[in-house]
């Protein structure tokens, strides 16, 4: 059974920072491509940052040169590290292994101007 655990959120300023961890169990994230998505209130959900089983990497535009998703193996944790956040960042994040459609409960992330 694969459980994924959102962590890291909170409020911050225009400008901060923030890292979002995601435990992973019941499967190994590096065998997966892990994604990281977003929802805004009133918005879809969208996609933010992937990485790859070789670890390669991708973002969305909105995001790019300010975030980085990455991983550590060992712990079974991928990560996102945000910076030069902005108030239309805020949002509840999320993610997800490509090969199961679970999600787990997301972790707030609010930005004040």
């Known amino acids: 059974q694969v459980q994924l655990v959102e962590s890291g959120g909170g409020l911050v300023q225009a400008g901060g920072s923030l890292r979002l961890a995601c435990a992973v169990s019941?499967?190994?994230?590096?065998?997966?491509?892990m994604r990281w998505y977003r929802q805004a209130p009133g918005k879809q959900r969208e996609f933010v940052a992937q990485i790859f089983p070789d670890g390669m990497t991708t973002c969305a535009d909105s995001v790019k040169g300010r975030f980085t998703i990455s991983r550590d193996n060992g712990k079974n944790t991928v990560y996102l590290q945000m910076n030069s956040l902005k108030p239309e960042d805020t949002a509840v994040y999320y993610c997800?292994?490509?090969?199961?459609?679970?999600w787990g409960q997301g972790t707030q992330v609010t930005v004040s101007s």
């Open positions: 019941g499967t190994i994230v590096s065998r997966n491509v």
């Open positions: 997800k292994p490509d090969l199961y459609n679970i």
